[in-house]
């Protein structure tokens, strides 16, 4: 079967977040997809396979990463979508069936596609010093993203803190379902961006991911309240770093990007 590696939330190769692609005819054995997981060794790999006309949703969507099977994954979703339209198998909006719900991507004419994903519901809470200690940076406010994204979100004071994180990933592991989101508002959004973040999920076997299609679920709501504008641009500032357009229509968060095939192969376990 014909397995692909795909950049996310980029226009150019070796940038945004890579993910695997395959698509099935079904889904084989849990054991299986994990380890196929594992050998491809990104942040998530998805596997995809066709459901009869008629239904909810067009397409079957699973996400892993090295580790575990996950909830919700925008980047791979994301990928997923880039692989149907550009192979082909798909034509118009796909509708995917996740354990998020059925979520749907639209492909438009400047290659890039959008996400239909649920909201994140934030609830404040407070400031744990433990995490200001783990992070190496001291949060100034704190919220829990709820069941589908399962991180902590915290904010800082600037940007350039943001930026200069070195976390310790081991003492991460105690304070989320899943992990930390880290952001703070632009410094500059003459630069394009109206905010920034990094994502560390040492649970599930990721230290930093590059581009948390997922984790702007819940950094869009938090930063429309804040800044006042429901379409937003976030920059993840990762080493590979890669940029989410966010458009927050209530209950539902729009994702787009773009996404580049990068390597194209053949899977023979």
Wanted: charge should be negative; aromatic fraction near 6%.
């Amino acid at each position: 079967m014909r397995i692909r590696i795909v950049d996310a939330f980029t226009d150019r190769p070796f940038a945004g977040n890579p993910a695997g692609v395959l698509l099935l005819d079904a889904f084989p054995s849990d054991d299986w997809l994990q380890n196929v997981a594992l050998e491809v060794n990104h942040a998530e790999t998805a596997f995809a396979h066709p459901l009869p006309e008629g239904g909810e949703a067009d397409w079957a969507l699973r996400w892993f990463t090295p580790a575990t099977e996950v909830d919700m994954c925008g980047h791979a979703t994301l990928a997923t979508a880039h692989v149907l339209r550009s192979t082909d198998a798909a034509d118009g909006p796909v509708r995917f069936a996740t354990r998020s719900g059925v979520l749907t991507a639209t492909a438009h004419d400047d290659g890039s596609i959008t996400l239909d994903f649920p909201t994140a519901p934030l609830t404040e809470v407070a400031v744990d010093p433990a995490i200001g200690k783990a992070l190496g940076a001291e949060p100034v406010a704190a919220v829990d993203t709820g069941r589908n994204v399962g991180d902590l979100l915290v904010e800082l004071a600037d940007e350039q803190a943001v930026h200069a994180l070195r976390p310790d990933h081991k003492a991460l592991v105690a304070h989320s379902e899943r992990g930390i989101i880290a952001t703070a508002r632009a410094e500059d959004p003459t630069r394009g961006y109206d905010f920034v973040s990094r994502c560390f999920f040492p649970r599930v076997g990721i230290d930093e991911d590059p581009v948390t299609g997922s984790a702007h679920t819940a950094l869009a709501p938090y930063w429309s309240q804040r800044l006042g504008r429901d379409e937003l641009t976030g920059l993840q500032a990762s080493p590979r770093s890669g940029r989410v357009r966010t458009a927050l229509r209530g209950d539902r968060t729009l994702l787009t990007g773009s996404a580049v095939t990068v390597i194209e192969g053949e899977l023979h376990a």
